[in-house]
């Protein structure tokens, strides 16, 4: 499989846990994005990485939320003090440079209860 | 105010009829991508368009760059179209310096 692929595809988990979630992108892609949706909406923009540097994170990303790519391959974000207001699905994408046409994973549904 | 706005954001429709959905934005665009999602799956990307006209089996993608406009066309719509259409375009301003910028979607839904 050659997509971009995101883990874990479910978790619930309870209000003011941490929670941390992977994706894998297209093995030659040096761009990655994070992305939130919810319930009824488009995504949002949260972050993007070009190779292992986070080049720009959005207002919504608030002090909760951290985003990695320690080696310019897989990256994590993770959610600290969770809030209901989390729950969401979160969106991988992947791509070669700006413009290029992005490759979305599966998303992970988080639910807080 | 979303810098780019979909339209309509439900549609019904029979078996066999040709679907248009519309897409329009504010501000100058690198590129602009329909994507796909199924109820409960993931995103898939369709097109990515900076001008013209391109066209996959029975998807046909147009954008205007004058008129800020793109629209999705589905000729011979069957049920198995059936799903929420995205517009997400790179914009020069706003959108996170790189991130796509998303329309709310269109969620289609095709009757047999």
């Known amino acids: 499989d050659t997509g971009v692929s995101q883990d874990p595809r479910h978790k619930i988990t309870k209000r003011g846990q941490n929670v941390t979630f992977r994706c894998d992108p297209i093995s030659e892609h040096n761009r990655l994005y994070w992305y939130r949706q919810t319930l009824g909406q488009g995504p949002e923009f949260l972050t993007y990485?070009?190779?292992?540097?986070?080049?720009?994170k959005s207002r919504l990303l608030s002090d909760r939320f951290s985003a990695e790519r320690p080696k310019g391959s897989f990256s994590t974000l993770e959610i600290q003090r969770t809030e209901q207001g989390d729950s969401a699905m979160y969106l991988c994408?992947?791509?070669?440079?700006?413009?290029?046409?992005?490759?979305f994973g599966q998303g992970t549904r988080l639910t807080v209860v | 105010k979303n810098e780019v706005e979909q339209s309509p954001q439900n549609l019904t429709a029979q078996e066999g009829e040709f679907i248009t959905i519309n897409c329009s934005y504010s501000?100058?665009?690198?590129?602009l991508h329909w994507l796909q999602q199924h109820p409960g799956g993931g995103i898939v990307s369709l097109f990515m368009?900076?001008?013209g006209k391109k066209k996959h089996g029975r998807l046909i993608a147009t954008i205007n760059i004058q008129e800020k406009h793109s629209s999705l066309h589905i000729t011979a719509s069957h049920p198995r179209d059936s799903a929420v259409y995205i517009c997400a375009a790179l914009l020069y301003s706003g959108g996170g310096a790189d991130g796509l910028t998303f329309g709310k979607g269109t969620h289609l839904i095709i009757q047999p």
């Open positions: 501000v100058g665009i690198s590129a």
């Open positions: 994408a992947s791509s070669t440079f700006t413009g290029d046409e992005a490759f």
């Open positions: 990485f070009q190779n292992e540097a986070q080049l720009e």
């Open positions: 368009l900076s001008s």
